[in-house]
């Protein structure tokens, strides 16, 4: 009986992601614009016009009607079908690791990344409203699992590692070249995986951000140094595949 609830729940939760998707991508449009991460119904952005259930089923209504609005005809970003895939793939990639309430507990985590990715990718900022429940869930988790010492040094470490490269380089270059929100997303991360994990978070997230930089540096030239990029979203996949499948580099 107990298997059966299992599979059950990771049925409903993988059914759940383009759902949950849906409403990633509406809030990464609705926090920068200052409506929150919940602001009523979902309506056309062109011309107002309130959806019905049919134009919100994920993925499936974005197809039907073509990527445009079925009363204006205005486009409709591929970010509501992207982000619902994603979101699946999130639950998905999950279940090759985990099942039952710790698949629910990762999927969470993941989509949460995945949110804070987005909005990060948009607006360079990171908010705390999802970062540090992202801290206290990993926390909790690990106090269930009897290594919240480890957690509690994991996200400390995290923590501090960002702040202090955050403030060396404000006062090298007197500019602002790595957020706090970063380190506090480090720090959530440090939560969920000790601080033996850190290292390659680091890692993975600064060669993907490099990957993406370097191409640009050599397109832009000198201007290169005036661009920011978001470091959130590949700290935000380096945390996701770190938790999935362990740390890469063993302190």
């Not at 996949?237 to 063993?250: Q, R, S």
Request: aromatic content about 8%.
């Amino acid at each position: 009986m107990t298997l059966i609830a299992s599979n059950a729940l990771d049925v409903f939760l993988v059914a759940s992601g383009p759902f949950v998707g849906s409403f990633v991508a509406t809030s990464a449009l609705r926090w920068p614009a200052g409506k929150g991460f919940v602001g009523g119904r979902s309506a056309c952005r062109s011309c107002q016009a309130m959806l019905s259930w049919r134009e919100l089923i994920p993925i499936v209504s974005w197809i039907a009607l073509r990527g445009r609005c079925r009363r204006c005809h205005a486009p409709i970003g591929a970010l509501y079908p992207l982000t619902e895939a994603a979101a699946l793939g999130v639950g998905v990639w999950a279940t090759l690791q985990f099942s039952g309430v710790e698949l629910a507990l990762v999927c969470v985590l993941g989509w949460t990344l995945l949110a804070l990715a987005l909005i990060d990718a948009r607006t360079k900022l990171l908010p705390d409203l999802l970062t540090l429940p992202v801290l206290v869930l990993g926390l909790a988790v690990a106090g269930a699992q009897g290594w919240l010492v480890e957690s509690l040094i994991g996200a400390a470490i995290g923590f501090a590692v960002f702040a202090l490269v955050a403030a060396g380089y404000r006062r090298w270059r007197g500019c602002d070249g790595l957020g706090l929100g970063d380190a506090k997303l480090l720090g959530a991360a440090g939560a969920w995986v000790g601080w033996v994990g850190l290292p390659g978070i680091v890692l993975m997230a600064s060669l993907a951000a490099l990957v993406v930089a370097l191409p640009m540096a050599r397109r832009l030239g000198g201007r290169s140094r005036h661009v920011e990029i978001a470091f959130g979203p590949y700290l935000a996949a380096a945390t996701w595949i770190t938790v999935v499948h362990g740390p890469i580099v063993a302190a």
